[in-house]
T-cell receptor, first 113, second 116 residues
Framework: GESVGLHLPTLSVQEGDNSIINCAYS??????FIWYKQESGKGPQFIID?????DKRQGQRVTVLLNKTVKHLSLQIAATQPGDSAVYFC????????????FGDGTTLTVKP | DTGVSQDPRHKITKRGQNVTFRCDPI?????LYWYRQTLGQGPEFLTY????????KSRLLSDRFSAERPKGSFSTLEIQRTEQGDSAMYLC??????????????FGPGTRLTVL
């Protein structure tokens, strides 16, 4: 149930497996990156962020990896649960003073019990 | 609930009518953003405010769209002479932007607009 490197529009995993969701961003000068989770009918929910001077950051059950060489972000979810089923978006911010987020293509994660 | 709130949650209107949406940000946040999201796509930036000043507008924001944040708190987004292509989810987000800090945006539940 894992996919490394390639962005996939959908990902299906078994409950308890680890998930890896990938994202390519567009601007090599972007300063700040965020992963959001969006459930049906709701707004995006902040999961984890990372600044461009870091290459890894860990949260609770989630890890974000940043590879600036190839402009790639990944979100790793450990021990995926049915409640993790949602659409996941990465967003880049060119400059935190400029503010606006540019969102990547989403990945729909489905967790099978 | 101290999150971002939006009103209404759903709006159905006829083509040519005007609509107005409201966003109430998290109270201490100085930045407020509007995005538009169509089915299956990520949110697209429309405009943002720092306090009451509108600092940037996307080319997506045609002259039929106007946004205000008159007192630096809540904001309104108005669409005049709506078209069917305006049908989308309109999302509001807010952030506390401090010098040297990050700009983590927290989103509201959105207003879903359907233009018939």
């Amino acid at each position: 149930g894992e996919s490394v490197g390639l962005h996939l529009p959908t990902l299906s995993v078994q409950e308890g497996d680890n998930s890896i969701i990938n994202c390519a961003y567009s601007n090599s000068a972007s300063d700040y990156f965020i992963w959001y989770k969006q459930e049906s009918g709701k707004g995006p929910q902040f999961i984890i962020d990372i600044r461009s001077n870091m290459d890894k950051r860990q949260g609770q059950r989630v890890t974000v990896l940043l590879n600036k060489t190839v402009k790639h972000l990944s979100l790793q979810i450990a021990a995926t649960q049915p409640g993790d089923s949602a659409v996941y978006f990465c967003a880049e911010i060119y400059n935190t003073n400029a503010g606006k987020s540019t969102f990547g293509d989403g990945t729909t994660l489905t967790v099978k019990p | 609930d101290t999150g971002v709130s939006q009103d209404p949650r759903h709006k159905i209107t006829k083509r040519g009518q005007n609509v107005t949406f409201r966003c109430d940000p998290i109270s201490e946040h100085n930045r407020l953003y509007w995005y538009r999201q169509t089915l299956g796509q990520g949110p697209e930036f429309l405009t943002y405010f720092q306090n009451e000043a509108q600092l940037e507008k996307s080319r997506l924001l045609s002259d039929r769209f106007s946004a205000e944040r008159p007192k630096g708190s809540f904001s309104t987004l108005e669409i005049q002479r709506t078209e069917q292509g305006d049908s989308a989810m309109y999302l509001c987000a807010s952030s506390l932007n401090l010098a040297g800090g990050t700009d983590t945006q927290y989103f509201g539940p959105g207003t879903r607009l359907t233009v018939l």
